[in-house]
């Protein structure tokens, strides 16, 4: 059974730093890209970032290209979103999700297709 | 504002059936694969659809999606009060380099 549980959020104050984690289970981690998806209170989801299966290409969303950094370390089997110079803006549930990828061939790039399985999140507050 | 245009709310009494629509653009519907999910607050999401209209193993057929141009629609037949819940639509938008997801539609079974 696929799995992915996020850990690490809480309370931070504007322009601190945060890291939240994902534990995956039930599939072969190093094989899939990943992403982090949040939802701000009472907002629909937003896409955040993808990162490929080994790390070597990573994608944000505009909002945060410069502050969040994906990483991934797949002998442990983990996804990682580093938030620094954090907003009141960034309070949301991040989601962490597998994201399946095909190869569009007119363009020469992958292109991400769907989320097939998410976590239940961790909620990040941004606050004073 | 979203990219993607769904209406806030839809209301059905059980057994009915209901569709909620997600409007947008070449830049994304009309070129990409709709994926569409369900989302119970304080929940993971769930895949209901993907390649517009392909359904992931274990979800019934109740659940239905299609394409026509730069729309997309998600089809509930039979509703169920367990049915409620947020839907929200997604593709990739080529213009802006990212996925995009519709504001959500909240699905009331009276």
């Known amino acids: 059974e696929v799995q992915l549980v996020e850990s690490g959020g809480g309370l931070v104050q504007p322009g601190g730093s945060l890291r939240v984690s994902c534990a995956a289970s039930g599939f072969v981690f190093s094989n899939y890209w990943m992403s982090w998806v949040r939802q701000a209170p009472g907002k629909g989801l937003e896409w955040v970032a993808n990162i490929k299966e080994d790390g070597r290409e990573r994608y944000y969303v505009g909002s945060v290209k410069g502050r969040f950094t994906i990483s991934r370390d797949n002998a442990k089997k983990s996804l990682y979103l580093q938030m620094n110079s954090l907003r009141v803006e960034d309070t949301a549930v991040y989601y962490c999700a597998r994201l399946q990828v095909y190869y569009d061939y007119v363009g020469g790039s992958y292109r991400p297709w769907y989320f097939d399985y998410w976590g239940q999140g961790t909620l990040v507050t941004v606050s004073s | 504002q979203s990219v993607l245009t769904q209406p806030p709310s839809v209301s059905a009494t059980p057994g009915q059936k209901v569709t909620i629509s997600c409007s947008g653009s070449s830049s994304n519907i009309g070129n990409n694969y709709v994926s569409w999910y369900q989302h119970l607050p304080g929940t993971a999401p769930k895949l209901l659809i993907y390649n517009d209209n392909e359904r992931p193993s274990g979800i019934p057929d109740r659940f239905s999606g299609s394409k026509s141009g730069t729309s997309a629609t998600l089809g509930i037949t039979g509703l169920q009060t367990g049915d409620e819940a947020n839907y929200y639509c997604?593709?990739?938008?080529?213009?802006?380099?990212?996925?995009?997801f519709g504001g959500g539609t909240k699905l009331t079974v009276l």
């Open positions: 997604g593709t990739w938008d080529t213009t802006l380099s990212a996925v995009v």
